[in-house]
């Protein structure tokens, strides 16, 4: 499997842990409406922040855009990992 590759099964498996902690704990989530049927959770916070977690520990010289929180510039995460 080629480097990038393996970072990627590895940021999605560190994503995969924190939703599985609550995938049969779905009235324990702190759900935000962002806009009209456009919802984010704490969990999904959570699995983006250990996503870019490992992403910028292998590639801390890369952009990211994400999602929920936005770009960030190479070589700076204002993330917060919340598991």
């Not at 990038?4 to 590895?10: E, F, K, Y």
């Amino acid at each position: 499997m080629s480097p990038m590759l393996n970072i990627a099964v590895r940021a999605a498996r560190a994503a995969g842990r924190i939703t599985m902690r609550f995938f049969d704990r779905a009235d324990a989530l702190k759900v935000q409406s962002k806009s009209r049927n456009d919802f984010v959770s704490d969990v999904d916070r959570a699995a983006e922040a250990a996503i870019i977690e490992v992403l910028r520990e292998k590639s801390p010289d890369h952009p990211i855009i994400d999602e929920k929180s936005g770009s960030h510039a190479a070589g700076r995460c204002r993330c917060a990992r919340n598991e």
